[in-house]
């Protein structure tokens, strides 16, 4: 199985910062790789798909990059309705894996 | 819109069966690929299996946590798939998604909609 492995699990950060959350795969897995935002309470969301496209109505502040065996995932300008978890997901291979997630927290 | 709504959701004693149902709505249910994910309360998000087309012959895939327990089925013209969960273990009580795959030759297949999710409680 592949793993992922997300850091930080845990990232305290004001309005305006620019944050940059990473995933690491066990192996590389090309780019296919998916990240998503889950407010609690509610179903998680795309953002960024095939590693580096941003998904239709997601703003543009959200970017991810990276190929392989290393990604990441940047909001440029922390706004207040991005304060969530976010996940990475691979489907490069079964059984499909998530990170453990990335709770980002108003500091 | 695209619309998936889970139900069936229950309270359950270890070792009981639970039978979950996704309605889609929305989109051409039978051109996708389906998929269940769970997440345990306060827990991360585990993906537990998945449902081809009538193309692929409906064939499935598992997590090894649930293979051999728990069966994806799905019928096409009601729109609905379903998860049959026997032999429960409390590991199970998670909220249960019900997600729609987009198939890209560019970028694989990913969940793309997810639903609201059901409540499933494994106790005594």
């Known amino acids: 199985d592949i793993q992922l492995t997300q850091s930080p699990s845990l990232l305290s950060a004001s309005l305006g910062d620019r944050v940059t959350i990473t995933c690491r795969p066990s192996q590389g897995i090309s780019d296919y790789l998916t990240w998503y935002q889950q407010k609690p309470g509610k179903a998680p969301k795309v953002l960024i798909y095939g590693a580096s496209n941003l998904r239709i109505g997601v703003p543009s502040r959200f970017s991810g990059s990276g190929s392989g065996t290393e990604f990441t995932l940047t909001i440029s300008s922390l706004q207040p309705e991005d304060f969530a978890t976010y996940y990475c997901?691979?489907?490069?291979?079964?059984?499909?894996?998530f990170g453990q997630g990335t709770r980002l927290e108003i500091k | 819109d695209v619309q998936l709504a889970e139900s069936g959701g229950d309270l359950v004693p270890p070792g009981g069966s639970l039978r979950l149902s996704c309605a889609a709505s929305?989109?051409?249910?039978?051109?996708?690929?389906m998929d269940w994910v769970r997440q345990p309360p306060g827990k991360g998000l585990e993906w537990v299996g998945r449902i081809r087309t009538k193309v692929d012959s409906y064939t499935t895939e598992y997590a090894a946590s649930v293979r051999g327990r728990f069966t994806i089925s799905r019928n096409d013209p009601s729109k609905s798939m379903f998860l049959q969960m026997t032999s429960l273990k409390t590991d199970d009580a998670a909220v249960y998604y019900c997600?729609?795959?987009?198939?890209?030759?560019?970028?694989?297949?990913?969940?793309?909609?997810w639903g609201q999710g059901t409540l499933v409680t494994v106790s005594s």
């Open positions: 997901q691979q489907h490069s291979s079964y059984p499909i894996t």
């Open positions: 997600a729609r795959v987009r198939d890209s030759t560019l970028y694989g297949s990913y969940a793309d909609f």
């Open positions: 929305g989109f051409l249910f039978s051109d996708h690929d």
